[in-house]
């Protein structure tokens, strides 16, 4: 790797991933929702998927978000209060919570996939099949590389 890679690999994590997540923001904000944080939009997200399949404990989604239930806990406390979530206990186990969207957040969390959709429709004007091909690789290259680091809990 030259001194130039390292430059531009760098540059991307810093500049990159802040701009994305500044992009989605003002995104989401001009599509009705300007009371979320994209952290917000993500946490409506992991509760819709996990709702599907019947896992929407605090602990799953927690997990699902690589957040400590305490911190999520902080999260779901601020969407009951907006109105885009409610919290409910277990049947059978009162200590076992769920947590659920409300037809409000559902609304925000479609409006969320939709910008990730058209965000992935920009792009695919703009790359041919082989630049997909190499960016799916280089992608799952570094999915599996911050999965590792995780795992370790280096962070690098």
């Known amino acids: ?37 994209v952290r917000e939009f993500h946490v409506l997200e992991a509760v819709g998927a996990l709702e599907k399949e019947g896992r929407n404990r605090m602990s799953h989604t927690a997990a699902r978000l690589f957040i400590s239930v305490g911190a999520l806990t902080t999260a779901v406390n601020v969407l ?19 947590v659920k969207l409300t037809d409000q957040g559902r609304e925000a969390a ?25 960016l799916i690789h280089s992608l799952d290259t570094l999915e599996r590389f911050f999965s590792a680091a995780g795992e370790k809990g280096t962070g690098a």
């Open 1 to 37: 790797m030259t001194d130039e890679h390292r430059k531009a690999v760098n540059d991307f994590f810093v500049n990159v991933f802040n701009k994305i997540l500044l992009y989605e923001e003002q995104a989401l904000n001009r599509a009705g929702c300007p009371d979320l944080s």
């Open 80 to 98: 009951v209060r907006k109105g885009y979530l409610v919290r409910e206990n277990g049947e059978k186990d009162r200590r076992v919570v769920y």
């Open 110 to 134: 479609k409006r969320h996939q939709m910008f990730h959709e058209q965000m992935v429709d920009s792009l695919e004007a703009r790359l041919d099949d082989g630049e997909w091909d190499t």
